[in-house]
């Protein structure tokens, strides 16, 4: 007999069917899946109803959320602040929406969603991703123009400029925490639902192997965002609405704003091409069936939960849910490798946000060229681990303890790599921080003297002079022109008349910028950190794997979920927040408006790097111990003890299985223990 349903054609021979049979019915199914929308469905668009071409669009839509997410919302934090008048604590809440969407939804999501039709879910948060980047980009199109105006930082001594209120501009920042709310609906489908149908379409000793690919091409896109965004932050904001030939401002302007709002614009178009793409797939792809056949043999912890997650209606209704979830926390292996990877993101998330800033301040570069630098040694460094952490899953056929064990040396590798913050260029002495001014010996601490006491200087903008004397060729750096007691400015970087300044106006000039010097360190830094960056990211793909794997094939999903739960509240959220309280522990200089204290002008670098070390080290060596407890405590069910294979290589040099994965006395294949 024969029934047709939603375009796939099952078979049944008789009322009555064996087990064996039902399963076969059940390849069967897998198998006829096409590509297609509604009735449309024909022949030579099912050539793309493979993983291949699957993984190709699947890896777009990754490249898109994460450029967007961690890659262009990082770059804006500057202009958003400026065009909008917030401050950064403010100005950071963006972001923390983002994790306290996907954080909130993502048990809901993964549960329903391992479920459903994942296809559809996953397009739906391509959907999700693009709605969020165009509502993002509205306040650009629904604001007027900028007009910001340069300030000048010469000594004044009847200076009557008044402090600027908050304008109504400041409410445009629940338009940017509602866009990210959205685009983190989309990304906790993305990386719960779609890392499990990925896993699910392709063979066992092809799984590792593709999520590590789509791991790096989650690295890819904030390393591009960075890029990229720096680009369009060195073009003017209104450039669509304005002569930008008439603006007088330049880049390096304290009131320029550059385009912000390309970058989210860009992602959300994308986000919904993407999206009409992917609805075209169906709910599995061409050879699911045989995929599901490298993995007849359960590899999940033997706790005994299998008596509940083999009964195939279980997890369809919510009131599983309280007991799915409690065989996940009782899950030894999988609690052990939650809580290592959520100690991980809290370096992770930290590393990423205050990297550009750690390489500004501690190797004397711009803010600019620091971003740029950032995204050269992430494109390695992380893309390159996990491609390599992948590859060597599948070439070597890892088991599962196997697997652990090279994350743990990975990050045992990784931990002994964090001296990196050691390297560091000296601090450039700062007149009043960290050396007297030069016509004092008493003003240590302190960033006004006697010299510049009546001039009325404050910290609410840092413009930095150098003083060179020609004579004695010493340089002084002082905070601005205004600390340096300058009256008049003669050019556009020169500045005369200084009353804290040594010398004649012949023989001592007074510059725009920082003095000049030498240091070596900034090039091994970066040589090291890509290291170090490759060794922690080359666990990720083997973590997805073994989480994949140590949990009921039918938990897969909603295990990636409760997995996502931790990370996200636990260790991307205060990640970066940790981070900024050890860094701002560090500050000497802060920005004061309206006697209101802002961000930090100038860090004392040594103070820095040890504060940054210490917390880096006490995070990474927990999650090696984390790693290494969930091999011990793992324990493979009796069907796989004896011998179960996942890899071995026959006459076309391609990966084979033995039968149902068990090894026989015929089976030309290698037998890996557990």
């Not at 009555?16 to 390849?27: N, P, V």
């Not at 948060?125 to 165009?134: D, K, M, Q």
């Not at 804290?500 to 000039?509: D, E, M, R, V």
């Not at 920082?514 to 091994?524: D, M, N, R, V």
């Amino acid at each position: 007999m024969e029934k047709t349903t939603n375009n796939h054609t099952v078979y049944k021979d008789s009322p009555a069917h064996t087990s064996s049979e039902s399963r076969e019915s059940k390849d069967e199914e897998l198998e006829i899946g096409l590509c297609g929308y509604n009735g449309c469905r024909p022949s030579w668009l099912q050539r793309c109803n493979t993983p291949k071409v699957y993984l190709i669009f699947f890896c777009l839509f990754v490249f898109v959320q994460s450029f967007l997410v961690s890659g262009i919302n990082n770059v804006n934090t500057t202009s958003l602040e400026r065009r909008f008048d917030l401050p950064s604590s403010q100005v950071g809440l963006i972001s923390g929406a983002y994790d306290f969407s996907a954080g909130s939804t993502v048990i809901l999501v993964s549960y329903f969603g391992g479920q459903g039709h994942k296809p559809r879910w996953i397009a739906f948060a391509a959907l999700a991703v693009g709605t969020g980047g165009f509502i993002m980009s509205l306040p650009h199109f629904a604001t007027g123009l900028y007009s910001g105006v340069s300030q000048g930082h010469t000594c004044s001594f009847n200076d009557t400029t008044l402090c600027k209120s908050d304008s109504s501009l400041k409410n445009y920042l629940y338009v940017f925490i509602l866009g990210m709310v959205v685009i983190g609906i989309g990304g906790t489908t993305l990386y719960s639902v779609g890392t499990s149908f990925v896993d699910e379409s392709v063979a066992l000793q092809d799984s590792g192997f593709y999520i590590g690919i789509f791991y790096a091409v989650a690295t890819l896109g904030p390393a591009m965002g960075y890029i990229l965004g720096g680009q369009f932050i060195n073009t003017y904001t209104d450039f669509d609405k304005v002569d930008t030939s008439k603006i007088k401002m330049t880049t390096s302007d304290p009131g320029w704003v550059g385009a912000w709002w390309i970058g989210y614009l860009f992602s959300g178009i994308l986000g919904f091409v993407i999206a009409v793409v992917l609805f075209a797939y169906p709910r599995h792809l061409k050879g699911a069936a045989e995929a599901k056949k490298s993995r007849e043999v359960s590899l999940a912890h033997d706790n005994g939960a299998e008596v509940y997650t083999s009964n195939p209606d279980f997890g369809k209704s919510i009131k599983d849910m309280p007991k799915a979830f409690k065989i996940l926390v009782t899950n030894p292996p999988f609690m052990c490798l939650a809580v290592a990877g959520t100690i991980d993101a809290l370096v992770l998330s930290g590393f990423s946000t205050f990297l550009p800033k750690f390489i500004q301040n501690q190797f004397n570069q711009d803010a600019g060229w620091s971003a740029m630098l950032a995204g050269f040694v992430v494109i390695p460094g992380a893309c390159g681990g996990q491609i390599l952490g992948g590859y060597l899953l599948k070439r070597f056929g890892m088991s599962i303890k196997k697997a652990m064990m090279m994350m743990v040396i990975s990050s045992a590798i990784a931990t002994g790599l964090v001296a990196v913050f050691w390297f560091s260029c000296s601090a450039a002495n700062m007149a009043g921080i960290n050396t007297p001014y030069p016509n004092s010996t008493l003003d240590v601490g302190k960033i006004d003297s006697v010299c510049n006491a009546a001039c009325q200087c404050t910290t609410e903008s840092y413009n930095v002079v150098c003083a060179h004397d020609s004579i004695s060729n010493t340089q002084t750096q002082l905070f601005s022109p205004c600390h340096a007691g300058c009256t008049t400015q003669i050019d556009d970087k020169t500045y005369g008349n200084c009353s804290c300044i040594l010398g004649n106006s012949n023989t001592t000039l007074v510059k725009s910028g920082k003095c000049q010097g030498s240091c070596t360190a900034l090039e091994p830094f970066l040589v090291l950190t890509c290291l170090l960056i490759f060794f922690t990211f080359m666990t990720l793909p083997a973590g997805a794997y073994v989480t994949l794997r140590c949990v009921p094939d039918s938990q897969r999903a909603f295990g990636l979920g409760v997995q996502w739960v931790f990370i996200r509240f636990l260790g991307s959220f205060p990640g970066p927040i940790m981070f900024g309280a050890v860094i701002d522990h560090s500050c000497l200089v802060w920005r004061d408006k309206c006697g209101e204290r802002g961000s930090c002008w100038i860090y004392d670098n040594q103070d820095m790097s040890m504060n940054i070390f210490l917390l880096a080290l006490a995070v990474k060596i927990p999650v090696c111990v984390f790693y290494y407890l969930a091999k011990v405590v793992y324990k493979a069910p009796k069907a796989s003890e004896k011998s179960f294979t996942l890899t071995t290589m026959d006459e076309g040099n391609r990966p084979v299985l033995g039968t149902n994965g068990l090894v026989s006395e015929n089976d030309h294949t290698e037998e890996h223990k557990l």
